[in-house]
């Protein structure tokens, strides 16, 4: 417990000073606490801790853990609930009734199988549009690598956009990405700037609400997503320590 506090602590600290160094605010960071792989009790020690912000990236573990966590502290805890990972369309399901926000859609379909699920709640999920800038075969995302000056590309997103902005219990919050596996910092600025700019351009595109969020930075890189503009950093092993398998 007091390991975790003095590691919040720290990234707390972190986020100031990327902010300050930028002109920003860090009150205009949202710090998600990536708990995947760890069980309740560390999830209790975080809320402990004074945070508020919980991701996880498998549906089986959402599912699993914000019950247990509701029947600890209670509906109305604060917390919010954020689903990170990549989703298969079979398990929209879980995300549509245990997830508050969802950081990685990245097809039509998604967007109405979970508009279904939602509906016959009647919950409503904040969205971020997973985008695939650095173009990385590995990764997933609407493909985002040349969107300045690539039509096709960006069809694909205004149709995914769109999709999320047909669906009543959907709302478009923002876009998020990954950078680039092992690339050097000044690439990894690159790519976060390109999405930022990519956000400026979407919203004027499908003309939503403005201005949209970014979802970027993880724990070796947030400083730098910070500086481009980030809004909601992802992060887990600079709270937790290295993750159990
Ligand atoms: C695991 C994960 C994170 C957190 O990664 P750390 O390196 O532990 O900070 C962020 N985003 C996504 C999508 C993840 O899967």
Redesign the pocket.
Known sequence: MEELKERKAAVLDQITQAAHLSQRSPNEITLIA?T?TWPIEVILAAYEAGLRHFGE?RTFELAEKRPLIEAQLGQDSGIQWHF??HLQSRKAKEVAQFADTFHALDRVKIAKKLQTHLGEINRRLNVFIEVNVSGEMSKSGVLCSQWENDATQQADLRKVAKAVLDAPNLKLVGIMT?APWGAPPSDIKTIFSRTRQLARWLENDVKCQRPLNLSMG???DFDIAISEGATHI?????LFGDRRK
């Open positions: 990536v995947k990236n990170i990972g990954m993880m724990t070796d992802r992060v887990g092993r600079a």
